[in-house]
């Protein structure tokens, strides 16, 4: 097989560039970013959520949770963070893939680009992420990808497992809005499930030193993994945590993130995710057997 690519018109945005390779696809937009949105088995689902109010729009200086997958910056702040991605962005091909180039956002002064690659045989995506630092002096920061999930799933995340004797081995950080019986939260001994319910419109989230350096969703028969490669005694943002997830009624996000890392003028940090996709595996109830199953059978490397 081979990597296709192509422009096409997705959901108004009318520069956006198709990978496929005959057994899964990805969309990338050109028109705002840089942002996919689109990933799934070809003329099927896409297993990525998407605003539909904010479809097909571009330009201005409000900001707009399209949804899809994104790269940001953490720690999360009201001003740095949320500059609007509504300007087009540069790309080009790369060997099975393409790259996307955002121009400089200036009040910041950083530069964000991801490199899409198609595996040409497989149901396998690579993803690097890259945020650089165009100003004049130092800055510290986390590169954070978000990737927003259709409904109805159930997460799976594993729980770290490393014999530490008397100490402590993980750490299960809660933002103010979360409450530890949101019925949504599984909280097992070998995972952390988390379902996705469109009736429930309160937001939870929750961060955790993801050991495996790996999460799954379920939903409608389908599995989508997100891998990367957390660092031990590295530190990280939000009380330590390279793993963080964050649901309400309308989706929920995958998240994982770079080590903190300060950044002198002209220096990049890069993150690296792999995702995967797979066929035929349904998951109608909490069941760490089950889970087990998955994880040996698809999960851990």
Same mark, same amino acid.
């Given at each position: 097989?081979?990597?296709?690519?192509?422009?096409?018109?997705?959901?108004?945005?009318?520069?956006?560039?198709?990978?496929?390779?005959?057994?899964? *696809?990805?969309?990338?937009?050109? *028109?705002? %970013?840089?942002?996919?949105?689109?990933?799934?088995?070809?003329?099927?689902?896409?297993?990525?959520?998407?605003?539909?109010?904010?479809? %097909?729009?571009?330009?201005?200086?409000?900001?707009?949770?399209?949804?899809?997958?994104?790269?940001?910056?953490?720690?999360?702040? $009201?001003?740095?963070?949320?500059?609007?991605?509504?300007?087009?962005?540069?790309?080009?091909?790369?060997?099975?893939?393409? $790259?996307?180039?955002?121009?400089?956002?200036?009040?910041?002064?950083?530069?964000?680009?991801?490199?899409?690659?198609?595996?040409?045989?497989?149901?396998?995506?690579?993803?690097?992420?890259?945020?650089?630092?165009?100003?004049?002096?130092?800055?510290?920061?986390?590169?954070?990808?978000?990737?927003?999930?259709?409904?109805?799933?159930?997460?799976?995340?594993?729980?770290?497992?490393?014999?530490?004797?008397?100490?402590?081995?993980?750490?299960?950080?809660?933002?103010?809005?979360?409450?530890?019986?949101?019925?949504?939260?599984?909280?097992?001994?070998?995972?952390?499930?988390?379902?996705?319910?469109?009736?429930?419109?309160?937001?939870?989230?929750?961060?955790?030193?993801?050991?495996?350096?790996?999460?799954?969703?379920?939903?409608?028969?389908?599995?989508?993994?997100?891998?990367?490669?957390?660092?031990?005694?590295?530190?990280?943002?939000?009380? %330590?945590?390279?793993?963080?997830?964050?649901?309400?009624?309308?989706?929920?996000?995958?998240?994982?993130?770079?080590?903190?890392?300060?950044?002198?003028?002209?220096?990049?940090?890069?993150?690296?995710?792999?995702?995967?996709?797979?066929?035929?595996?349904?998951?109608?109830?909490?069941?760490?057997?089950?889970?087990?199953?998955?994880?040996?059978?698809?999960?851990?490397?």
């Amino acid at each position: 097989m081979s990597v296709k690519i192509e422009k096409i018109n997705f959901s108004g945005w009318e520069n956006s560039i198709r990978l496929s390779n005959g057994i899964i *696809d990805v969309v990338a937009t050109t *028109d705002i %970013g840089p942002r996919i949105v689109r990933f799934g088995f070809e003329e099927d689902a896409n297993e990525f959520n998407l605003d539909p109010k904010t479809l %097909g729009l571009k330009g201005g200086d409000e900001f707009r949770f399209y949804g899809g997958h994104r790269l940001w910056h953490s720690p999360e702040d $009201r001003k740095r963070t949320y500059i609007p991605d509504n300007d087009p962005v540069d790309w080009h091909e790369i060997e099975n893939g393409i $790259r996307l180039i955002q121009k400089p956002e200036k009040w910041v002064n950083t530069q964000k680009e991801i490199d899409i690659v198609l595996n040409p045989n497989e149901n396998k995506v690579r993803l690097v992420h890259r945020i650089t630092n165009l100003g004049a002096w130092p800055i510290e920061l986390s590169a954070w990808t978000i990737t927003v999930l259709a409904p109805e799933g159930i997460e799976i995340i594993p729980q770290p497992n490393k014999d530490t004797d008397l100490l402590p081995n993980r750490q299960i950080v809660l933002w103010p809005y979360s409450k530890m019986n949101d019925k949504r939260v599984y909280w097992g001994e070998k995972y952390i499930a988390l379902k996705q319910d469109p009736n429930n419109r309160k937001p939870f989230k929750l961060g955790i030193n993801n050991q495996e350096g790996w999460a799954a969703y379920v939903r409608g028969g389908h599995l989508f993994i997100k891998r990367y490669y957390p660092k031990e005694n590295a530190t990280y943002p939000d009380f %330590g945590v390279s793993f963080e997830t964050y649901t309400n009624d309308w989706m929920l996000e995958i998240e994982t993130l770079s080590p903190l890392t300060k950044l002198q003028p002209g220096e990049t940090v890069e993150h690296i995710e792999e995702w995967e996709l797979y066929d035929g595996v349904y998951v109608k109830e909490i069941d760490e057997n089950i889970f087990d199953d998955i994880a040996k059978k698809y999960c851990r490397r």
